[in-house]
């Protein structure tokens, strides 16, 4: 023990029961110190004083609340309370310490714990999320880039043949194209950078996806929340990478955290019913109001602080979950809690079971088709295009601008369409879904799958097994030419 400032009120132990108190002080990972009522420290142990070698650091003006008030607070009532206390160190860096004060012999007894490496983790996982909300936004972005890219490049094609060759209109509409694909080229960077895998690499397995984080949580989080899991059903497969599972968790659980300030219980449940799996994440926190509630899954909607908040996190896990064909629901009440509970497919028992006729197959481009091809596709310039180029190539062609709509006409006039070329991510029903649905009744129709995300986030996807061939968008007449092409030589 090293007296800090040589002794007013020492503590009123026995010689024998001070020299087991300082044992004990010393035995432990904690530094503690005996505030007298004047907050001098008449008593500190060994590991305070090689802590803070010139006592407690002071408050900054900026911070309202600080060691010395949380100390003279207890003197005056007696509560046990807890602060978080930063410390700047001589050698540089930060270091954060937990401080619990408890009244004792008439003056303070503080504990305290050091929690940098647990802070800088948190300030670790806030960071990844807010980065990973972003690539999201970011991915999001240059997708619908693409759709209008393939407006602008097949617009630019169709315009281009009816031109004069050696015109100087041609030459413009060609220095158009250029710039469209150099835009096109920086939309590619961007999915590139965010590593878009948005239908997903891999399946994982929810259980132990939150196994993992809920050991990780049981080490970081205030041990105030005690985290249960309940994880009856082994190895549960869900048509996500895992990666973007540990994502949808870990949002789920920061935000249960941000809720629970004073500790409270976070409880992470896994079942089975039929071919769904439902993951609910259950906390006692603080709850929301209905106005809340009805905001939380817009993106940048946060009710934190400046630099506590990004609001990306629910955004993030609802277009994840969604993605991979499942829902996301929430129950929340002030004061009492907030359950999330999330639906996905189980991986497997999808209905897309038809294998995919062949390898790629090179078709010469141009080649001269016939038949009636079905184009599904939300974004009307997008449809208006492949149509202009397919109607030229010799097919017929009917249009669809959602799943649903292209479900409703195959079921009335399937045996009339030869191909179905699908773009993947639309509101409402996507690709994967309608590729299911159709296999139903339909299982031997070719089906291409067009996209703003790069091929091979797309084809890696246990469902890309059930469809014939990929078109990344923007695509020009040659590449939509060769790949209904392929896919209708795949079928023969
Ligand atoms: P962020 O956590 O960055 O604020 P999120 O999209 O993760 O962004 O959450 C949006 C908002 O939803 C939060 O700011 C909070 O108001 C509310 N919220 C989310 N989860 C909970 C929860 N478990 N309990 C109470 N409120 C929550
Ligand atoms: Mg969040």
Not at 427 to 455: D, M, N, W
Request: a negative charge.
């Amino acid at each position: 023990m090293k007296p800090l400032s040589p002794t007013s009120n020492p503590p009123c132990l026995s010689p024998r029961d001070l020299e087991l108190f300082e044992a004990v002080c010393d035995g432990t990972e904690l530094a503690i110190a005996w505030f007298d009522a004047a907050l001098q420290l008449p008593w500190c142990s060994c590991r305070f004083a090689e802590w803070f070698p010139r006592g407690l650091p002071p408050t900054p003006e900026s911070e309202a609340t600080g060691w010395e008030v949380a100390v003279r607070a207890t003197l005056d009532d007696g509560a046990v309370r807890q602060s978080c206390l930063r410390h700047d160190c001589a050698a540089g860096g930060s270091r954060w310490y937990r401080m619990t004060c408890r009244r004792w012999n008439g003056g303070v007894l503080a504990v305290f714990a050091d929690v940098t490496l647990q802070r800088h983790m948190e300030d670790d996982i806030l960071r990844s999320e807010r980065l990973q909300g972003l690539g999201g936004v970011a991915a999001g972005v240059a997708h619908d880039f693409n759709n209008y890219l393939t407006g602008i490049l097949g617009i630019a094609g169709l315009l281009k043949e009816t031109l004069p060759d050696d015109g100087e209109e041609v030459r413009m509409v060609s220095r158009l194209e250029g710039a469209a694909r150099a835009a096109s080229g920086l939309a590619g960077q961007i999915l590139a950078y965010t590593r878009d895998d948005p239908e997903g690499v891999g399946d994982a397995d929810l259980c132990g996806c939150v196994e993992s984080i809920a050991a990780l949580l049981r080490h970081t989080l205030d041990p105030r929340i005690e985290v249960r899991t309940d994880l009856r059903d082994q190895a549960v497969g869900v048509p996500l990478p895992p990666g973007r599972v540990q994502q949808v968790v870990m949002n789920l659980c920061c935000n249960a955290r941000d809720a629970m300030p004073a500790g409270g219980t976070l409880e992470l449940t896994v079942r089975v019913h039929g071919s769904r799996a439902t993951l609910r994440v259950r906390d006692t926190g603080m709850g929301m109001t209905d106005e809340v509630k009805q905001r939380i899954f817009d993106p940048f909607f946060t009710t934190k602080g400046v630099g506590r908040g990004t609001g990306l996190g629910l955004a993030m896990c609802r277009e994840i979950v969604l993605a991979a064909g499942g829902e996301m629901r929430v129950e929340s009440t002030p004061g009492e809690g907030t359950l999330f509970e999330i639906h996905l497919p189980l991986e497997g028992r999808a209905e897309v079971e038809v294998a995919r006729g062949g390898g790629p197959v090179e078709a010469a481009a141009g080649e001269a088709g016939g038949g009636t091809i079905l184009v599904v596709d939300d974004e009307p310039l997008v449809r208006m295009v492949a149509e202009r180029f397919l109607n030229r190539g010799g097919y017929t062609v009917v249009t669809a601008d959602s799943g649903d709509a292209a479900l409703e006409l195959l079921r009335r006039r399937g045996d009339e369409i030869d191909l179905v070329l699908l773009d993947l991510t639309m509101p409402g029903k996507r690709g994967p879904q309608v590729v299911a649905a159709l296999r139903r009744f339909l299982p031997e129709l070719p089906v291409v799958i067009t996209s703003g995300y790069s091929e091979q986030s797309v084809t890696n996807a246990a469902w890309a097994q059930a469809v014939q061939g990929f078109l990344a968008k923007p695509f020009d007449r040659k590449a939509l030419m060769a790949a209904v092409a392929g896919a209708l030589v795949a079928d023969r």
